[in-house]
């Protein structure tokens, strides 16, 4: 059983649930999106509230922190744009019908989902649309972005030279779509799921897509083919959260666990278990698995042996959003705090297993080179019952 653990700061200044919480590039800022309709912003340095940022007529969904500016999208329709540094409103993005529910930056475009079933793309400094994306049938859920050129052969962009950029979308029309930016065609209609799509996750390098639904799996996709790849069935809930560590996939269900998977033979390695409710979001750090839920905890978990380490609590409702930095916890809580937890003793016993893993690593490469010089040379070695080896003489 993890040791519980207590907030060095609470930050209480929302009236309303905070729904997102971004932290900047540079680390220097963390950006809270509450449903009292403001977002403040906040120093790592000191953890002190230094922007206030007024103006949205309802709630804010979801955030997002530049180094410079702050972007906001909300249940009035619209998006905005802030100044971190005067927090004055730069631009308002007017033209959704409905509740924008999430928000992406990515170069010089804005993305944007909402529940009137589109997704647009804005010009981040002309306060201008660029592009309407439609085709799906339901609300538009969640994003993300990639380049062709980083997925793409020659020949496979010939047909959309001048269009590097591609946006995809989760709906919960069960689809996924990816579309091109500059012209708003769909490329790809990605079929499979049965069920709402909630999180999407990207790994370009490797040319593949990830989507987790309310049917319970998580799909694998070839984002160039549009080929669906591996489907990961073991979850008895909604599948809210992923995350991608190293060819490792952990997903955050509503069946009160955290999975990790292989993701090159779809296995199912481990298992996090000790939630009361739905897991809602989760963060990987240093060989420490960090999970917030429905019960009000945040749990930091072993990632290898999903051993609990530490449960962290004193928030109220749901934990809907964490972030780390500098072996620092932040929390945000549909409760309208911010709680911040000092997580250095957890992450330096961690380092000291992993150093210790890596060195009982090189001691049996080592054991191996020398087995393979016996071999070669002067005899065979042979491993005793005790673990160790010792040499025996070829006849």
């Not at 540079?26 to 906040?42: F, I, K, N, V, Y």
């Not at 069960?174 to 790994?203: E, F, M, N, P």
């Not at 893993?357 to 002067?378: D, P």
Request: hydrophobic share 30%; aromatic share 8%.
């Amino acid at each position: 059983m993890g040791n519980s653990g207590s907030a060095v700061k609470v930050c209480t200044e929302h009236q309303g649930g905070i729904n997102w919480l971004s932290l900047s590039p540079d680390g220097q800022r963390l950006l809270t999106g509450s449903e009292d309709g403001t977002a403040r912003l906040w120093s790592t340095a000191d953890s002190q509230c230094h922007g206030h940022f007024q103006g949205h007529e309802s709630y804010i969904t979801f955030c997002h922190l530049e180094n410079e500016a702050a972007f906001t999208c909300s249940a009035d329709h619209t998006i905005r744009k802030w100044d971190v540094l005067t927090g004055q409103c730069l631009a308002i993005y007017r033209g959704h019908t409905s509740i924008v529910n999430r928000i992406l930056v990515a170069k010089d475009y804005l993305f944007s989902g909402s529940y009137d079933r589109t997704a647009r793309c804005w010009s981040v400094d002309k306060e201008k649309q660029i592009q309407e994306f439609r085709g799906h049938r339901n609300c538009v859920l969640t994003l993300a972005h990639y380049s062709s050129k980083d997925v793409l052969d020659e020949s496979e962009e010939e047909e959309e030279k001048m269009s590097t950029d591609l946006l995809v979308t989760g709906s919960t029309d069960c689809t996924v779509k990816v579309w091109w930016v500059s012209s708003g065609r769909c490329y790809q209609t990605l079929l499979g799921h049965t069920g709402a799509v909630l999180c999407l996750i990207l790994d370009v390098p490797n040319r593949e897509l990830f989507s987790g639904s309310t049917d319970y799996t998580i799909r694998t996709w070839n984002i160039v083919t549009g080929e669906q790849l591996k489907v990961f069935k073991e979850h008895q809930g909604s599948v809210i959260c992923l995350e991608l560590v190293n060819r490792h996939l952990y997903s955050g269900s509503a069946d009160r666990t955290v999975k990790c998977w292989l993701v090159d033979t779809g296995e199912r390695i481990q298992t996090y278990k000790a939630h009361r409710h739905s897991i809602s979001t989760l963060k990987y750090h240093a060989g420490i698995l960090f999970t917030g839920s429905g019960d009000a905890c945040a749990r930091a978990f072993n990632s290898k042996t999903g051993v609990l380490q530490k449960i962290f609590r004193g928030h109220k409702f749901i934990i809907n959003c964490i972030q780390i930095h500098n072996e620092l916890l932040y929390t945000a809580s549909h409760d309208g705090t911010l709680r911040i937890w000092d997580i250095r003793g957890i992450c330096k016993r961690n380092k000291r297993r992993l150093k210790k893993e890596r060195s009982v690593q090189v001691r049996s490469s080592q054991k191996g080179s020398l087995s393979r010089l016996f071999n070669n040379k002067v005899g065979c070695m042979v491993q005793q019952e005790n673990g160790e080896c010792e040499a025996v003489e070829l006849v």
